[in-house]
């Protein structure tokens, strides 16, 4: 079975500072995708970024980028120019590649709370 | 964006009671749905799979007699809480899968059962 784990609980990070978040996931497939989700206090969980595991160049969106190192298994999240609307719970997330229903499940971490401070 | 909706927000109940919540893809149609249970300051921990047309796939631990899953239609699943009790309370969130590699999420629904 995946798993993904967050070893950061929490992280704080100055607005218009950068700040990582850490994501290292156990799987023995060779295809599958990897996911940031935010989920803000209105815990509507949103799709920051994704990361396919084929592609060899890191995935971004504006200020956010991953690096993605699939033989360490790892994926963290880079956040460039945090912005106070960036505080959150992110959560990094698995999914396999593999064409069935139940194998579209997401596997999740335990998120890492993040607040932007001024 | 897709949209997927969820109905109610938020529910306070009788314990014994059933309650059924109800995930909606409102612009595409969705064969899979799935359901999450979210304890306070947890993870998203998958209840089900949900397959229009066929029965629901439970994750292990799950009781399938006590968490009802029902997906009638492309736009719709339903999970129906029977015979609930307090430590059925938690945050509810199901995922409408629009094509193999995007799942949207809706606003989730809070269960209080006292």
């Known amino acids: 079975a995946q798993t993904v784990t967050q070893s950061q609980p929490e992280m704080s990070v100055q607005e218009a500072e950068t700040v990582t978040l850490s994501c290292t996931y156990d799987?023995?497939?060779?295809?599958?995708?990897l996911f940031w989700y935010k989920q803000p206090p209105s815990r509507q969980m949103i799709l920051v970024i994704r990361?396919?595991?084929?592609?060899?160049q890191n995935a971004t969106e504006n200020r956010f980028s991953v690096n993605f190192q699939k033989a360490a298994k790892s994926f963290s999240l880079k956040i460039s120019d945090s912005q106070l609307g960036d505080a959150a719970m992110y959560f990094c997330?698995?999914?396999?590649?593999?064409?069935?229903?139940?194998?579209?499940?997401?596997?999740f971490g335990t998120g890492t709370r993040l607040q932007v401070t001024l | 964006g897709a949209v997927v909706s969820q109905h109610p927000s938020w529910v306070i109940c009788k314990s014994g009671t059933s309650v059924k919540i109800e995930c909606r893809s409102l612009?595409?149609?969705?064969?899979?749905m799935f359901w999450y249970r979210q304890f306070p300051k947890q993870s998203l921990m998958l209840m089900a799979t949900?397959?229009?047309?066929?029965?629901?796939?439970?994750e292990q631990g799950v009781e399938k007699d006590k968490f009802l899953i029902n997906h009638a239609s492309l736009t719709l699943s339903t999970l129906t809480v029977t015979s609930a009790h307090p430590e059925d309370s938690s945050f509810y969130i199901c995922?409408?899968?629009?094509?193999?590699?995007?799942?949207?999420f809706g606003p989730g629904t809070r269960l209080t059962v006292l």
């Open positions: 995922s409408a899968r629009r094509t193999q590699n995007t799942q949207y």
């Open positions: 949900s397959n229009e047309g066929s029965k629901a796939t439970y």
């Open positions: 990361q396919e595991a084929y592609k060899q």
């Open positions: 997330a698995y999914r396999s590649d593999r064409n069935t229903g139940t194998a579209s499940k997401l596997t």
């Open positions: 612009d595409f149609q969705a064969t899979t």
């Open positions: 799987t023995s497939e060779s295809d599958y995708y």
